[in-house]
């Protein structure tokens, strides 16, 4: 059963960075793609970033430039350093796995204060 434990959440001024750490409980280059996903109160669940097994990376457009999806296969860890953080990006951040299947983690809150 493939678990994926999200990390790193928290409170910061708009402006402030946070970086987030998405550890698998297997090896993370079994899956085609890894990602995090985003979701606020009352909104739907929406792709932030994801990237392939061989390190190409896909980017929403209202985080270009701000946020930079990373992945370690030693540590079967993925990472997602956040910038220039604005109050319109809080919400929960899911960790996903690809292998067919999507897999989620349990979620980790974050919230930008003005």
């Known amino acids: 059963q493939v678990q994926l434990v999200e990390s790193g959440g928290g409170l910061v001024q708009a402006g402030g960075s946070l970086r987030l750490s998405c550890a698998a409980s297997?090896?993370?280059?079994?899956?085609?793609?890894m990602g995090w996903y985003r979701q606020a109160p009352g909104k739907q669940r929406d792709l932030v970033a994801d990237i392939t097994r061989s390190g190409s990376r896909n980017y929403a457009d209202f985080v270009k430039g701000r946020f930079t999806i990373s992945r370690d296969n030693a540590k079967n860890t993925v990472y997602l350093q956040m910038n220039s953080l604005k109050p319109e990006d809080t919400a929960v951040y899911y960790c996903?796995?690809?292998?067919?299947?999507?897999?989620w983690g349990q979620g980790t809150q974050v919230t930008v204060s003005s």
């Open positions: 996903a796995a690809q292998r067919g299947t999507r897999f």
């Open positions: 297997g090896s993370i280059f079994s899956f085609n793609t």
